[in-house]
């Protein structure tokens, strides 16, 4: 698997919206960084990232 991707490459591979993966890069803690004028996705951070989101949005209770 990659460790990160292009922008556009996360977009296609994870079927998000370029406008919200924008949006994400912007957010906090969201394991982007730009080279460039290139953004990249730390892949295995945004699954983390995303798994801590979850917990954090979506309690039980």
């Known amino acids: 698997m990659k460790k990160q991707m292009k922008l ?18 912007h957010s906090k803690d969201f394991p982007a960084y730009k080279i ?10 945004y699954y983390k990232w995303r798994e801590t989101e979850h917990q954090r949005n979506y309690k039980w209770g």
């Open 8 to 25: 556009t490459n996360f977009c296609m591979e994870f079927d998000i919206p370029k406008s919200t993966a924008i949006r994400l890069i």
């Open 36 to 45: 460039g004028k290139c953004w990249y996705i730390d892949i295995d951070k």
